[in-house]
């Protein structure tokens, strides 16, 4: 361990406030010893590091601390780990940073200040880890230290395991924050070892990922073909017990746990209907939040279908593997005692704020109150002459988007995040199928409104809140003040204007031609919907040169954005469809 070697630092880490509030004076009474003390030489043997920074002057009685200390044995490879076990680390009111400590703070036995206080060490089962801490274990006794050593063997991957045994994984974070609880409430020693030794018999963990990982400037630790998961990976990147195919979460995740419980296997977990479980879903390195959801999700179904209860779940990456893109699943049976050291306090910064009631996956839906949808107020209307000519149009509208949701959708990909194509697509469908089971309102207001209701539920984004903001404000014989009404919502609520880059750059000079037909003869409406078809084209074309201040695509450097914008060709696609429409009729 790289503690720091400047007792000052390590006075000032391990000495915590004590409760009678002698911190000062003992500080002070230390300080008038060392002055008066030798410093001792570093002992020689390995670790030299861990024992000089143990056993240096301002360390060398436990009788002067007063508190027991947690240090974890290890290298320092899993920093996330690290950022877990800090300050009030799982374990206390204080650390020693550079190094791998955290500490209880309350004295063990007796007076605060002089109580028979130790140091506990909690070491991975990995060989390198138990002999070299094991010596330092023997030296620090050979120097008064009392010292209390417990070795994490949480894995379940091998069904046999071999002279070395189990391996310590992501189930060691849980023994510090138990072992840091008890810490807390000054047990001695002895007691807490004992107790942490019989909760480790109840834990148990097992990985499984879709990559190997890679040290930095090292090839990767083994390959692993696509479309293929190793199950049963240890933290240091070495391959798993098994290969298969890659299949969907939730069968993953059983095939995990029913490995982790195997009653033929020697390292299993055992877990049966009715126990209580701390569930630990951790991040090897490289998932992303969305798939630890599903993941934990998955693990919180599969545990009750086996009438386990998850008294606490916990997500997120605690033991890393680099970049490994995989989790593994740790699992701590709990009863009321146990489940009470875990929920004890700590300020440790990456713990995660978990709730103190069981975790659930089962769904409870509650029915929505009635209230009357667009499409029942649909069911009451009458059909009017009219209503041939907008069904037309219509179903002439919804093709037209059909045909052009790839061309939308490349276009959008160029500006923003590619689905203009499929959320008009959704439009489309919805009317088409709304038109299989409705008649068309003879009235041209209850028809816009009854659209606005269909696309704002069905289609959403900005296109989707164009009709909603022209409902109330449609009736019969004004479609151009419809028109006219909707595109000033959608400028004053959406902040674009023309020139933006929008759909406005098609529609407002679209609007600004349908407007012309109040003062048109009674016979030029054609004229006039076929000069606004005309100006939408020209507009949405217009966009391939303006620099976006608006949407989506204001976000991108302006020289990537060279295509059209797909809101402003779709809207000239839909002016085109009613003006074909119209043309057929007449």
């Known amino acids: 361990l790289d503690l720091p070697q400047d007792p000052s630092v390590l006075r000032g880490g391990l000495r915590a406030r004590h409760p009678d509030g002698e911190e000062e004076q003992e500080e002070q009474e230390v300080e008038e010893e060392e002055e008066e003390e030798e410093e001792l030489p570093p002992p020689t043997g390995a670790p030299e590091t861990l024992t000089h920074s143990l056993l240096s002057a301002p360390l060398r009685s436990t009788q002067e601390w007063g508190w027991l200390r947690l240090l974890s044995g290890r290298g320092s490879a899993w920093f996330k780990e690290e950022a877990v076990e800090r300050p009030r680390a799982l374990c206390g009111r204080g650390s020693v940073w550079g190094g791998e400590v955290v500490r209880g703070s309350q004295s063990a036995e007796g007076s605060p200040g002089r109580g028979a206080a130790g140091v506990l060490l909690i070491v991975k089962n990995y060989t390198g880890d138990r002999l070299n801490f094991g010596l330092a274990a023997e030296q620090a006794r050979g120097r008064g230290v009392p010292v209390g050593m417990v070795t994490v063997g949480d894995d379940c991957a091998f069904e046999r395991p071999g002279k070395a045994g189990r391996r310590g994984l992501c189930g060691t974070v849980l023994v510090h924050k138990m072992a840091g609880a008890l810490a807390e409430e000054g047990r001695p020693l002895d007691q807490i070892v004992a107790m942490v030794t019989e909760v480790l018999k109840g834990i148990g963990t097992l990985g499984v990922s879709l990559s190997p990982c890679s040290v930095p400037g090292c090839l990767p630790s083994f390959e692993l073909p696509p479309g293929e998961m190793e199950l049963g990976l240890g933290i ?351």
């Open 236 to 586: 240091h990147g070495e391959p798993g017990i098994k290969r298969s195919k890659v299949e969907c979460a939730d069968q993953v995740v059983k095939t995990m746990i029913d490995h982790m419980t195997n009653p033929s296997s020697q390292s299993r977990l055992t877990l049966n209907s009715g126990d209580s479980v701390v569930l630990c879903v951790n991040n090897l390195g490289a998932l992303s939040c969305l798939e630890m959801a599903v993941v934990t999700g998955a693990a919180l179904s599969t545990l009750e279908a086996r009438g386990v209860t998850v008294a606490r779940a916990m997500s997120g990456s605690f033991m890393t593997s680099l970049e490994m893109a995989g989790v593994s699943l740790t699992l701590m049976r709990v009863d009321p005692e146990v489940l009470r050291l875990f929920d004890a306090r700590t300020s440790a910064p990456a713990w995660p704020n978990l709730s103190s009631v069981c975790v659930s996956a089962r769904e409870f839906t509650v029915e929505p109150p009635a209230v009357r949808t667009w499409s029942q107020e649909a069911d009451g209307h009458s059909e009017g002459p009219l209503s041939p000519v907008m069904r037309a149009a219509l179903q002439r509208i919804s093709s037209a988007l059909l045909d052009r949701q790839d061309e939308l959708n490349a276009l959008d990909r160029a500006s923003g995040d590619g689905d203009c194509g499929n959320t008009h697509a959704q439009a489309a469908r919805a009317i088409q199928e709304w038109l299989s089971s409705h008649v068309v309102p003879g009235c041209p207001g209850q028809l816009l409104s009854v659209l606005a209701g269909l696309v704002q539920e069905k289609m959403g984004g900005s296109s989707g809140g164009v009709g909603h903001v022209t409902e109330g404000r449609s009736h019969a014989g004004a479609w151009a003040d419809a028109m006219h009404a909707g595109t000033q919502a959608m400028m004053r609520y959406g902040g674009a204007e023309p020139g933006d880059r929008t759909m406005l750059d098609a529609l407002c000079p679209a609007v600004d031609e349908l407007l012309k037909v109040a003062a048109a003869p009674p016979d030029g409406g054609m004229a006039a919907l076929q000069a606004a078809v005309k100006a939408a084209e020209l507009g949405a074309e217009s966009t391939r040169d303006l620099t976006a201040r608006a949407g989506r695509a204001s976000y991108i450097a302006a020289e990537r954005v060279s295509l059209p914008d797909p809101g402003a060709v779709a809207t000239a696609a839909i002016l085109r469809a009613v003006l074909e429409s119209l043309e057929g009729r007449s």
